[in-house]
């Protein structure tokens, strides 16, 4: 049963901290998508990849903010420094190729919290 | 722009009860995609449907079954004989020509009661 996985699922740390989310999209998908979810914002999109090469950046912070995908199977996102308005839950999604780009399969989301 | 509306914000029924989630849309693109997730407490996002511009053919799995018209730009969500399981918060999401990101509507909570 293929799945996205995220690490870690939850995560507290103080203002001022570097937090990392990682992201395992599932085998053979070739875009990966962070997005994040608040309660007065719902689901937003922070970036997407494919092929491992950025396509969209628009909806990060870009001073605090950025995400990379070192290989394949491995995709990161950072904040340095992190502040009080970035606690919300992250997902992560992977979609195949061409127009299975198009059905995202989502992972089970980092929560951060940060104080 | 693209933009997805949920207008119901909450929804609460009896089992059994038959449940409609509206859900309506606007982009300017061509070609788009709908789509339709659940949300579980658990806090997960599941995949329901996805279904694209030109098929306007309506869907059913199951106890669900989707109705999609573009004359109205809606694509809604009905639930036959609800089910306490089926207690989760759903969103419509958006994709079109610009790129394969999703344009979530707000969500609507669905709590069905024994």
């Known amino acids: 049963d293929a799945r996205v996985t995220q690490t870690p699922r939850h995560k507290v740390t103080e203002m001022g901290q570097e937090v990392t989310m990682r992201c395992q999209p599932i085998?053979?998908?070739?875009?990966v998508f962070w997005y994040r979810q608040t309660m007065m914002q719902g689901l937003e999109l922070l970036a997407y990849f494919r092929n491992r090469a950025p396509l969209d950046d628009s909806g990060m912070p870009k001073d605090r903010f950025s995400a990379e995908m070192p290989d394949a199977t491995l995709a990161t996102l950072k904040i340095q420094p992190s502040e009080p308005r970035d606690s919300a839950v992250y997902f992560c999604?992977?979609?195949?190729?061409?127009?299975?780009?198009?059905?995202?399969?989502f992972g089970p989301g980092t929560r951060l919290t940060v104080t | 722009a693209q933009k997805v509306t949920q207008a119901q914000t909450e929804i609460s029924v009896v089992e059994k009860e038959d449940v409609t989630l509206d859900c309506v849309y606007e982009t300017r693109d061509t070609t788009y995609y709908l789509f339709w997730y659940k949300q579980p407490p658990s806090g997960e996002l599941v995949f329901l449907i996805r279904r694209n511009s030109f098929d306007e053919q309506n869907e059913i799995s199951g106890r669900y079954s989707w109705n999609f018209q573009k004359s109205t730009s809606s694509f809604n969500f009905t639930i036959t004989a609800s089910q306490v399981v089926d207690s989760a918060v759903y969103f419509c999401a958006l994709s079109g020509n610009s790129g394969y990101a999703l344009n979530f509507g707000k969500g609507t909570s669905l709590l069905v009661t024994p």
């Open positions: 085998l053979g998908h070739n875009t």
């Open positions: 999604a992977s979609g195949g190729a061409g127009d299975l780009s198009y059905e995202q399969y």
